[in-house]
């Protein structure tokens, strides 16, 4: 009885204070009692993911040799086996856009990223490429939300790119039209007051800054008074919420007091153990929290930047990125640089069990997600654009089946699995980039 005379909690509720515009998670409160699930605010609603690796990746140790299910997860993969029901392994597609030629050869690292998600030719001596898959996506899936997407990066931006080529199209993966790319944000701090700052003024956010006051003090008494009215069960789910929100804010101002502590100090080595660890974590806990209270449904992200010299030390290789990619096609030397893709696969990892562990209506996230990782390269050495190292990873709200390894035919578009993509959030089109065809997926 208590469930049929209960109070309705609008979606979009939201809790402001000085500088904070909080939203909240998914409750059962926000749906209406009696009212079937599939016309309420709890109905499935995909997000979509989608994460940039520069550089390729060693793909003897990358490509598994079955076909279809119950293929065996190769040594780079191997840490998404826990996550088998929810990975597709996209073999056989390329980029050719990618690619430097004429005038424009030795040009693939300063192309490799505007192609990835929008299979468009960029133009020299200009910033114009086209729209990118994940802004389409925002256009249809994402205006009902705080931020229609959010774009993150791990590297600050690069200053000189070398080929001719303006910076934009190294500097970010997601184009809102063919001539506004969008910046990405790599300070978890920024990323932080964007999603839950309320937009005011500077003065207010400095205030409980200078205040040393937690984002949550600004709204712990409405807080408490949305309790009061909460059944159980919300009131642990909003509880468990609020405390991610507040452990993501200790380790950014942990990692604020850390740095501004060692600015007398000599330059710390590049990849410091723990730093690219934390990082990576942090940003990808932010996006789960986005996605958590629907202040997004649409997020990019950059793991680096085309010729990226960063070292990361937890991967057992002290060769820099981009350093390591040119192996001279030495198998001891691309066993070396498999590690480094073992590595991000790790932190990609670390992203799926949160989306996994996190509810969401029916499910999880991880089964309301379609989430896109890999390269616009395939060897690095080479500079070569096909077969490319691809995962769809989700079940996008049942739209999509986990658990294959997807052998297309050789040189197959990979725009032509970003069409598909769009077609599994609800978004039909007939083309999309050099798209030739919709993959089956």
Known sequence: MNYISRKYLSRRTLLRGMGVSLSLPLLDSMVPAQTPLAKTAANAKSRLSCIYVPHGATMYKWTPEAEGEGFQFTEILSPLEKFRDRINVISNLAHPLAGGVGSDAGADHARSAAVFLSGSNPEKQSVHLGTTVDQVAAQHIGQDTPLPSLELSIEDVAQSCGSGYACAYSNTISWKTASIPLPMENNPQVVFEKLFGDGSTNEDRLARKQESRSLLDSVMSQIASLQKELPPGDRTRLNEYLDDVREIERRIQSAERQSQ?????????????????????????????????????????????????????????????????????????????????????????????????????????????????????????????????????????????????????????????????????????????????????
């Open 261 to 441: 502590a060692n600015l007398q100090l000599p330059e710390a080595p590049v990849g410091v153990p723990e730093s690219f660890d934390e990082h990576f974590k942090i940003m990808f806990d932010l996006q789960v929290l986005a996605f958590k209270a629907e202040i997004t449904r649409v997020a990019t992200m950059m793991y680096a930047r085309d010729t990226s010299g960063a070292v990361y030390p937890s991967s057992g290789v002290r060769d820099g990125f981009h350093v390591a990619s040119h192996h001279s096609n030495v198998r001891a030397s691309m066993d070396k640089f498999a590690l480094i893709n073992k590595y991000h696969v790790q932190m990609f990892a670390y992203f799926l069990e949160k989306l996994r562990a996190t509810p969401d209506g029916d499910g999880t996230l991880l089964d309301h997600s379609m989430v896109l990782y890999g390269s616009g390269m395939s060897n690095g050495n080479q500079h070569d654009h096909d077969p490319l190292p691809v995962l769809v990873v989700g079940a996008a709200s049942g739209q999509l089946k986990g658990g294959r390894h997807l052998k297309f035919a050789p040189h197959t578009p990979m725009s032509n699995l970003l069409l598909a993509m769009l077609d599994k959030l609800g978004v039909h089109q007939t083309s999309f980039g050099d798209s030739n065809a919709r993959l089956e997926i």
